[in-house]
Antibody
Framework: QVQLQQWGAGLLKPSETLSLTCAVSGGSFRGYNYNWIRQPPGKGLEWIGEVKYSGTWEIGQSGSVDYNPSLKSRVTISLDSSKKQVSLRLTSLAAADTAVYYC??????????????????????WGHGTPVTVSS | DIVMTQSPDSLAVSLGERATINCKSSQSVLFGSNNKNYLAWYQQKPGQPPKLLIYWASTRKSGVPDRFTGSGSGADFTLTISSLQAEDVAIYYCQQYSSTPPTFGGGTKVEIK
């Protein structure tokens, strides 16, 4: 059973840096991409970014990252394959960054029996979420 | 960015009755290289992370009850719960992942009438 376990500091001050880690267990680490998504209190879901750890031509080189343009200047997502961990770093925090932060796995190489090809199926496993509050 | 618009924002349905949620994208989410709609539906219960229900617009993830049905193509999609059960009370989100950044609809809250 695939599990994503998250941890990191939950109470931070404005201008500080958020650091979260997500450890993957119970399945293969390689062959998937790993995402960070956040959800402000009572609101919807916002994609932060993704690090790729799969190797098809369709999605680029392993280890490459994509970020939400709205956060790109402040975000770093990295991957440690030896530990099966993914990390998020978000700098220059403000109150608007208060949210529950989730890591989630993208299954981008799911085999479709019907078409006998591989395709992405979206975010198939999620971490439990880490509440982060930014307040002075 | 592709904008995902869900309707209604909330709906109340009697137990055993049908619930229908709509999702429109600002452009087609058909992925060119494999002709699949890169549209997923997630269910989020209070205090829990979202759970993937449906991918490719209409394929149920293994273990998802068959009362959940996804339909649509291109830019218009629907999630139908054929016979609402108490455990289906949740917020439902659609998501496109055909282009970066992947984007979510605003969510539809489903309650019991």
């Amino acid at each position: 059973q695939v599990q994503l376990q998250q941890w990191g500091a939950g109470l931070l001050k404005p201008s500080e840096t958020l650091s979260l880690t997500c450890a993957v267990s119970g399945g293969s680490f390689r062959g998937y991409n790993y995402n960070w998504i956040r959800q402000p209190p009572g609101k919807g879901l916002e994609w932060i970014g993704e690090v790729k750890y799969s190797g098809t031509w369709e999605i680029g080189q392993s280890g490459s990252v994509d970020y939400n343009p709205s956060l790109k200047s402040r975000v770093t997502i990295s991957l440690d394959s030896s530990k099966k961990q993914v990390s998020l770093r978000l700098t220059s925090l403000a109150a608007a960054d208060t949210a529950v932060y989730y890591c989630a796995r993208s299954n981008v190489e799911f085999y479709d029996d019907l078409s006998r090809s591989y395709a992405s199926i979206g975010l198939d496993y999620w971490g439990h979420g880490t509440p982060v509050t930014v307040s002075s | 960015d592709i904008v995902m618009t869900q309707s209604p924002d909330s709906l109340a349905v009697s137990l055993g009755e049908r619930a229908t949620i709509n999702c429109k994208s600002s452009q087609s989410v058909l992925f060119g290289s494999n002709n699949k709609n890169y549209l997923a539906w997630y269910q989020q219960k209070p205090g829990q992370p979202p759970k993937l229900l449906i991918y490719w617009a209409s394929t149920r993830k293994s273990g998802v009850p068959d009362r959940f049905t996804g339909s649509g193509s291109g830019a218009d999609f629907t999630l139908t719960i054929s016979s609402l059960q108490a455990e289906d009370v949740a917020i439902y989100y659609c998501q496109q992942y055909s282009s970066t950044p992947p984007t979510f609809g605003g969510g539809t809250k489903v309650e019991i009438k």
